[in-house]
């Protein structure tokens, strides 16, 4: 089964990401970015949900460790977050979506999962 990272520091919300990717992907939840990076050479997911503003190392620190190595850098990122982001700006970083968290429904987690699963099957 597929993988998804999820790191968010808000324990409610990881266990709401992790409810609704049930059923689409086995999930791993971090609640911050030194523990995902600790891991993800190890396990490399299909995906990454993330929240930028983090407590201790933000969201752009994990973005660029992880597209500073070969084997991670093409791991696509969804970031849900409350900041005013654009995913155009953010494309170096394999940014595929960004989630406003004001707006987020379940049906947005698991569209967005479906849709890279299918893309990433569909490449191979």
């Known amino acids: 089964m597929s993988l998804a990272y999820i790191i968010e520091d808000n324990e409610i919300m990881s266990d709401l ?24 050479s190890r396990d490399k997911p299909d995906m990454i949900f993330l929240d930028i503003l983090l407590t201790g190392p933000d969201g752009f620190t994990f ?8 084997d991670t850098a093409k791991i696509p990122v969804v970031i849900v977050s409350s900041l005013d982001l654009k995913t155009e700006n953010l494309k170096s970083y394999n940014v595929f979506k960004i989630l406003k968290k004001e707006e987020l429904i379940p049906e947005d987690i698991k569209k967005t999962a479906r849709m890279l699963l299918e893309k990433k099957y569909a490449n191979k």
């Not at 049930?22 to 030194?34: N, R, Y």
């Open 17 to 40: 990401f992790s409810r609704y990717l049930s059923g689409i992907c086995e999930t791993k939840v971090f609640h911050d970015a030194i523990s995902a990076i600790n891991n993800i």
């Open 63 to 70: 973005l660029n460790e992880i597209v500073s190595y070969e």
